[in-house]
């Protein structure tokens, strides 16, 4: 490789123009590099003749450079010198050349076009294998610090990788480096401190382009290589985030190693820059680490929350709730641990609802994130769990939230002001409340864990087969179940809360292996399309316990998306959409997210939805479609999917034209988008490495079933 402003060549590609060199040249500018050109290969130059050739914008893609006239008919067995004709090439060999020019331009063009196809497809499959080696990490964060490291070497072609984890508390970001005597050291910068402490602080990426010592920031970095003997040329470093958007670490490469065959560094040379680290980390680097990145935090995160986990039931020795927690984490799998401990918060639940003989008792834990609070369990008729959400400003919930004090409402709670929500709710539930005690609970800090509310104080050795209404103690919650209620909150306080941090840190850590998981299946597909659909899709399903999924294709000729739906009969038929036709149309034709939460068919734009639904027979409830890039910033397709599932152990469909069954009364958030975005990253990449092979395959069949135009003299 050589710079494309240097020399003869860079001469031809700035003017355009012919550039013939006769034996007198070394008087000239060229002399120096022609010497030294010399001295590496031990040919010696006496003239030249350098062409360029120009494509149909009249732009030069290459040129041809002929080294040395020789003098026709001479004894080959000369010296080169003798053998050299002083006249140097002439007017009549420029326009012989231009005689051959057309059919070579043709050659050369399609020999350009598939060794970019080739470096893309390489690029693409190294983004490929090295989100795959990340994703196979364990839960052991120095295992993931040797494999990012490995595999951000690889794929940026740097010479030194490091990444660098957070410590917040310290301030502070730390790495584990492996030393020369086989030693592993752990290393700490202050954030803020040095270039990785830079990004850290400002969250924003760094790349310093050949040379790094012209940079005004360098003199660390000189004063750090006279020390170590290296020599810093240039650096890309890039924040990692979690998927919940929270900065994890840094990723740092050092050296981009120039691509051809070099004198490795010698530490002699210093502080000479070595021709192999002549080169820099370009904007399609920076593009390939977001993405890598993404995948990092991931694993990250996963094993950051399993690192919590550990060390709360290692901070908690004499909490027997805690050691029951972590012990189940440990046998269970995700949907287990879960189910294990809704099962127990149940029994508690409604063990607490019968010594106030309330008809409902209902946990209610704040979402920050949707400004909601739902419930953990409800108990209702027939034993059923119900999952019910209110605003975290609305309410009863909401004011006990609010100021962290009880309420106690007397029959008939719908003569107070305050039962519009509850009214609504019950309505939506079918359901009466008649009476009402909501109490806060409070931590130690002074923080709200949660709110529980029994509802409808009932008669003692009523008939509960009697309607609802018969059974009410029209009395009301008393003074007595307050204080009944307050004896027994630090016990429910003290579950609640380990509850809560259980099942956020577990949800995470089954979503991030789940996404892991996804990641995985979708890098380890062919470059069939039909078998990227299918993976992608049910891929997608399980990421986001979605009824239905679909990858929609752009085809950039017809502008339309395409996809491949397999019929009940074993066989697949072809769909199409028009930009901007659809959710899937809308968010291609956009390229921004589409997330309706449930019911959809309450969505202003449902029109198209319900009259597909009463074609098909489905019922659409949830919808989240988001557009998917490759790692050029190309839209390349849409993920679609449709239909939140809530988890639960009966099957249920949903049908158009009957009842919504509770599981598909859920909505996908904020955090499915996030994760569903970094999915669509590895799949960007995919499909990205399926297309430039079809069009690599394409361009050589082409090479040989177009036979050149014959260059005779």
Not at 431 to 436: C, F, K, L, P, V
Request: charged share 25%; net charge negative.
């Amino acid at each position: 490789q050589i710079l494309a402003n240097n020399s003869t060549a860079g001469r031809v590609t700035i003017y355009k123009k012919t550039v013939s060199l006769p034996v007198t040249y070394f008087e000239g500018w060229f002399e120096i590099v022609a010497e030294e050109q010399d001295q590496r290969t031990g040919y010696k130059t006496y003239n030249e003749l350098t062409l360029p050739l120009l494509n149909d914008r009249e732009e030069v893609f290459a040129f041809v450079q002929l080294v040395n006239k020789l003098n026709p008919c001479t004894n080959v067995t000369l010296p080169l010198a003798e053998r050299i004709d002083t006249q140097g090439f002439t007017e009549s060999d420029r326009r012989k050349f231009n005689n051959y020019a057309p059919a070579l331009q043709r050659i050369l063009e399609r020999c350009q076009a598939c060794y970019k196809l080739t470096q893309r497809l390489q690029a693409s499959e190294a983004l490929t294998e090295a989100t795959r080696s990340v994703s196979q990490s364990s839960l052991d964060s120095d295992e993931i610090i040797a494999r990012v490291m490995e595999a951000a070497k690889k794929l940026m072609n740097a010479d030194r990788s490091t990444l660098w984890l957070l410590d917040e508390e310290a301030n502070e970001l730390w790495t584990k480096i492996a030393f020369e005597d086989g030693s592993i050291r752990e290393l700490r910068v202050q954030v803020g401190q040095g270039f990785a402490g830079k990004v850290a602080a400002t969250a924003e990426p760094l790349n310093i382009s050949f040379d790094l010592y012209q940079h005004p920031e360098s003199e660390i970095s000189k004063k750090t290589d006279l020390k170590t003997g290296y020599r810093t040329c240039s650096l890309l470093c890039m924040p990692v985030w979690s998927p919940d958007g929270e900065l994890l670490g840094v990723t740092q490469l050092v050296n981009k190693r120039k691509q051809g065959d070099f004198p490795p560094y010698d530490p002699e040379d210093w502080p000479e820059a070595p021709e192999c680290f002549a080169d820099s980390f370009d904007s399609n680097s920076q593009k390939y680490m977001q993405i890598f990145n993404s995948q990092v935090g991931v694993a990250l995160q996963n094993a950051r929350q399993f690192a919590a986990i550990k060390q709360q039931a290692e901070n908690h020795p004499q909490n027997v709730v805690t050691k029951t927690l972590a012990m189940l984490n440990q046998v269970m799998d995700g949907q287990g641990f879960d189910e294990i401990l809704d099962t127990t918060l149940r029994s508690i639940t409604l063990k607490m609802g019968a010594s106030l003989n309330a008809d409902r008792t209902t946990i209610f834990l704040l979402d920050e994130e949707r400004n909601e609070f739902w419930s953990i369990i409800a108990e209702a008729e027939g034993d059923r769990a119900l999952e019910i959400r209110v605003p975290a400003d609305k309410g009863i919930v909401g004011e006990v939230a609010h100021n962290k004090r009880l309420i106690n409402i007397p029959y008939d709670f719908y003569d107070d002001p305050r039962s519009v929500t509850a009214k609504e709710q019950d309505r939506k539930h079918h359901y009466r409340t008649y009476t009402m005690l909501a109490l806060p609970l409070i931590n130690e800090r002074g923080d709200l864990v949660a709110v529980v509310q029994s509802i409808n104080k009932l008669k003692r050795f009523s008939d509960r087969n009697a309607p609802l209404g018969d059974r009410i103690d029209r009395l009301g919650f008393t003074a007595e179940d307050e204080e009944r209620f307050a004896a027994n909150a630090p016990l429910i306080r003290m579950i609640l809360e380990s509850f809560r941090s259980y099942h956020k840190t577990s949800r995470g850590q089954r979503v991030a292996a789940a996404l892991m998981a996804a990641t995985r299946s979708v890098s380890q597909s062919s470059l069939e399309q039909k078998e990227i659909l299918n993976r992608v899709m049910h891929a997608a399903k399980d990421l986001m316990n979605a009824d239905r999924g679909t990858l929609w294709l752009l085809d950039r000729n017809t502008r339309q998306l395409w996809t491949e739906i397999n019929s009940g009969n074993g066989q697949s038929f072809k769909l199409t959409l028009e930009m901007g036709q659809g959710y899937a149309g809308q968010v291609a034709d956009l390229g921004i997210p589409l997330n309706i939460p449930f019911d959809l068919y309450d969505y202003p734009d449902s029109q198209t939805a319900k009259q597909t639904d009463l074609k098909t027979g489905y019922r659409t409830c949830s919808l989240l479609c988001m557009p998917v890039w490759n790692p050029d910033g190309e839209l390349i397709g849409v993920t679609q999917l449709v239909n939140k599932k809530k988890f639960s152990d009966v099957e249920a469909k949903a049908v158009c034209g009957e009842a919504v069954p509770e599981c598909f009364q859920a909505s996908f958030d904020s955090s499915d988008q996030r994760y569903l975005q970094i999915f669509n990253n590895q799949v960007g990449v995919i499909l990205q490495n399926a297309e430039l092979l079809a069009a690599m395959k394409q361009q050589e069949q082409t090479l040989r079933e177009s036979p050149a135009t014959p260059l005779e003299d």
